[in-house]
């Protein structure tokens, strides 16, 4: 670390000791997060950590009825409290009447509240990290319809809680609802770039071979951003649908148009917040080897594969798709880490770094803005 990053890190100067809370599904997640922490508290010289570890233990167990109880087995008072929860982890699972169930988005988020309330109101300062956004899919309001995303939000900032930290929101635009509470919506885009770059290192981001496509309308401006930071061409889809009917909530899509320039023989980048059947993904990869593109490359910060794995498969025995990105801010099966196709890229340090710098009150304007470390990045390519 450099010495900027590590004056961070000096206990003398945390705003309150530090207590980090990994819920039930991102116990994986919590304790890579812990390890970097304690890492850079021992360079430093830190003699402020409990025990060890920065990990605070928590369980929320449940009664046969199914009902639950948030407990936290040691102190909280006085700390800069940082609690790491994963709704989308569908592997939790709990007894009911008899019956395994497993986890469901709400399953989870009723389990931070209670840990909310367990902390009492005894914290410094409780910060929320919810990668994966709890109800950010119903971010508005069509007909008469429940805005989920917007009430949960106003529901943890009138529990006490000042800061909530996610990743690539469905539509950023939600944090309008607590507009006196800190909210923070991270693109992991460096990270994105930096394992494309270690799994291919024969990538070549020029508009001559490389190309980005916006899946649709609404992935637009994550997709000029890459576009933009790699100076290439982007192309996009838009979703004819048919409005006269509803299937399963929604309007059905009757065709994907493209627009854009000829993407014959280069390589595309398609980005999106979130692979949930992936029909889409494949359909848009589907048309873009009609038009004679190269290798394509999918990439989602949430790849959940409600549908399963089997047409991913089928899709890359086939060619169709090269690969995918996804991170590691939500579950993945471990049917989709045995795949060729998937690849992981690591938000661990990342997520550390935040707390970290959050934790001492220093500026995140860096650690959000990803632009410098990217160029760097691109350099170090070049020059290689």
């Given at each position: 670390m450099c010495n900027s990053e590590k004056r961070y890190l000096d206990s003398s100067t945390r705003v309150a000791p530090l207590g980090l809370i990994a819920m039930k599904g991102a116990s994986e997640l919590g304790k890579v997060i812990d390890n970097y922490l304690l890492e850079w508290s021992a360079q430093n010289g830190c003699d402020d950590v409990d025990e060890g570890t920065f990990l605070i233990d928590v369980?929320?167990?449940?009664?046969?009825?199914?009902?639950?109880?948030?407990?936290?087995?040691?102190?909280?008072?006085?700390?800069?409290?940082?609690?790491?929860?994963?709704?989308?982890?569908?592997?939790?699972?709990?007894?009911?009447?008899?019956?395994q169930n497993c986890m469901s988005p709400d399953d989870h988020y009723q389990d931070l509240k209670r840990i909310i309330q367990a902390a009492s109101g005894k914290a410094h300062r409780i910060n929320v990290i919810m990668p994966i956004l709890y109800g950010g899919r119903q971010h508005r309001r069509n007909y008469r319809e429940s805005l989920d995303c917007a009430a949960a939000l106003q529901e943890l900032a009138s529990m006490g809680?000042?800061?909530?930290?996610?990743?690539?929101?469905?539509d950023p635009r939600v944090q309008n609802a607590i507009p006196l509470t800190g909210f923070d919506n991270i693109m992991p885009s460096y990270q994105v770039l930096k394992a494309m770059l270690k799994t291919f290192p024969d990538m070549e981001f020029d508009k001559q071979n490389f190309m980005i496509v916006s899946p649709d309308e609404g992935a637009m401006n994550r997709n000029m951003y890459y576009?933009?930071?790699?100076?290439?061409?982007?192309?996009?889809?838009?979703?004819?649908?048919?409005?006269?009917?509803?299937?399963?909530?929604?309007?059905?899509?009757?065709?994907?148009e493209y627009m854009g320039n000829d993407v014959a023989g280069k390589n595309i980048f398609i980005a999106d917040d979130l692979i949930s059947s992936g029909e889409s993904m494949l359909d848009i990869a589907i048309e873009l080897k009609k038009r004679n593109a190269g290798r394509i490359f999918c990439y989602a910060t949430y790849g959940i594969f409600t549908n399963g794995l089997d047409t991913f498969n089928k899709a890359y025995e086939e060619g169709t798709i090269d690969a995918v990105f996804g991170t590691n801010l939500t579950y993945r099966s471990p049917q989709l880490l045995a795949t060729p196709w998937f690849h992981e890229v690591d938000c661990s340090k990342y997520i550390a770094y935040y707390i970290s710098t959050l934790n001492h009150d220093m500026s995140i304007s860096d650690v959000i803005d990803p632009h410098q470390k990217i160029s760097a990045l691109l350099k170090k390519y070049h020059k290689r």
């Open positions: 369980d929320c167990p449940r009664f046969s009825s199914g009902d639950g109880k948030g407990l936290i087995k040691s102190t909280v008072r006085g700390k800069d409290l940082f609690i790491l929860c994963d709704v989308g982890n569908y592997s939790c699972t709990y007894d009911m009447y008899g019956r809680v000042q800061n909530i930290i996610t990743f690539d929101a469905h576009a933009s930071v790699l100076g290439v061409d982007m192309g996009m889809f838009y979703k004819r649908r048919d409005y006269s009917t509803v299937v399963n909530g929604r309007n059905p899509i009757v065709a994907h």
